[in-house]
């Protein structure tokens, strides 16, 4: 029996995308392997995610070279040490209720002689995947997001390389905010989880981490400051996630933009953080925000292996016919989970296990 698989990657671009649709590649079409197999595959790539495969035309010619890629071993061959998706990516929602595309996408699917999906991508791009699962389409994910708030999978491609990120910006703003006796406030991602924040904070060893699991307040952020002077240190690092709120009040917003997943942008509360430190204590504050710089460059090492794992566990669940599952990382190990319960569904920081809500940093016992 021969399969034709198409991979796509969806949402926000991240590294470690390359390295899964190379890997998904090279051990679908792996010869040694395909022996032991009773199906065999071709491979291809849908450029633009969901976009791609529903505004695609199967009867244009043009139209699918432009939005389908014919991979093997040899096009693939470097991509994993490449970072973004050498696919594209979109944030198209073929099931967003204003505009449903849903029937076109199917009729795609079918008159490309698609056979099962593999879909790179955190909630939105999966929640796709798993309603396409409902209406009888094969498909597997694989888990994406820098955020790392995907439910179901103890890891994200992505979420490394964007921790290592965190930590060498911050490493090199402590030479200057020391150099000048400023506070850094630094803005990390993270909307609605503050992994990356607390993560990164652990890492660069910022003094204070605000995340958006634990609403802040600045009169306390002022006094953790106000400890630290008299001691020998001129400078502090606060790290924010983009999504942290003040007590009582919503998150910032950067724009009114919306998108087709009802996702608001938000952003800003860095700014809002160090004016407000500077206006209350008269230390001289700075703030950036690091936005889409850790989401870009190469993947770490540690990606790099994940993205390898995730993609050959994808195509051996397609060999085994074990449809609308995500690979995942489960107690250290690579397993699979149902789709189903990563749908409006986020893994959040647990603040009574990883947060000190009394110095706002990460909790300083383990047991
Ligand atoms: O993928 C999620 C994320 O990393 C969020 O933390 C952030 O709000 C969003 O991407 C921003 O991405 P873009 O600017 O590409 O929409």
Known sequence: MKMKIAI???????????????WVTKS??????????????DVIGIVEGWRGITDVDPDDQKSCARYIKYLDEEVVRTWDRHGGTNLGTSRTNPFNPKNDRSARLIDNIKKLG???????????????AYKLHQLGIKTVGIPKTIDLDLAGTEYSLGFDTAVNIITEEIDRLRTTAGSHSRIFVVETMGRNAGWLALRGGECSGAYIILIPEYPFDMDKVCELLRERKGREINYSIIVVAEGAKLSGRQEFLKDNHVDDFGHVSVGGIANYVAHEIEKRTGLESRHIS???????????????????????????????????RMVSLGQGEITTAPLEGIVNKLKLVDVEKYYDAERYNGRRTIF
């Open 28 to 41: 679908a079409l792996d010869s040694r392997i395909a022996a032991n197999r009773s199906v065999s595959f």
């Open 8 to 22: 796509l990657t969806g949402g926000g671009d991240c590294p470690g995308l390359n390295g899964a649709i190379k």
């Open 290 to 324: 690091l936005s889409h710089l850790q989401r870009g460059g190469t993947p770490s090492a540690h990606d790099r292996l994940m993205a390898r794992w995730f993609g050959i566990a994808a195509v051996d669940m397609i060999v085994n016919g074990d449809f609308g």
């Open 114 to 128: 698609i056979d099962a999906i593999v879909a790179i991508g955190g909630e939105d791009t999966l929640g796709v």
